[in-house]
């Protein structure tokens, strides 16, 4: 685990809420992409070094439709950046966390992605990702 790589935010509206964060942030969402696989329809914030993402659901059995159903809006996972995600799995189920993803997946803003169940990791919804070279 390198470093941060984003915090990901469920957001019942994109419009809305992208409206809402480039008031709070001072800059407008840099990339907004639609991962079907996941049912989701991101958009990406800079914060100097740190990035923000924001999720809505384009179905209502997404991940995320569930997600804002149990809890609302808010904090959906925090994601790691790393540098071979296959080791850092590898690595992370033999210490006993639960994988949510047997192998990696094509994610949002060109990434290899697994994610941690939040009940092996202190309720927390753990993204692993891994940049895909160009
Ligand atoms: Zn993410």
Avoid at 26 to 51: C, H, I, L, M, W
Avoid at 110 to 132: D, M, R, T, Y
Wanted: charged share 30%.
């Amino acid at each position: 685990m390198r470093k941060i790589e984003h915090i990901g935010i469920a957001v019942a509206n994109l419009a809305a809420s992208n409206a809402l964060f480039e008031k709070l942030l001072g800059s407008p969402a840099y990339k907004t992409e639609e991962v079907a696989s996941e049912g989701v329809r991101t958009s990406f914030f800079k914060s100097g070094p740190n990035k923000i993402e924001l999720l809505e659901a384009t179905h209502p059995d997404s991940p995320i439709a569930k997600f804002l159903e149990r809890k609302g809006e808010g904090i959906h996972h925090i994601a790691f950046d790393v540098e071979d995600i296959r080791a850092e799995m590898a690595r992370l189920r033999e210490e006993g966390f639960t994988l949510l993803n047997e192998e990696p997946k094509r994610g949002a803003d060109n990434k290899w992605v697994a994610f941690l169940h939040p009940k092996s990791a202190g309720g927390v919804l753990v993204e692993l990702c891994q940049e895909i070279p160009d």
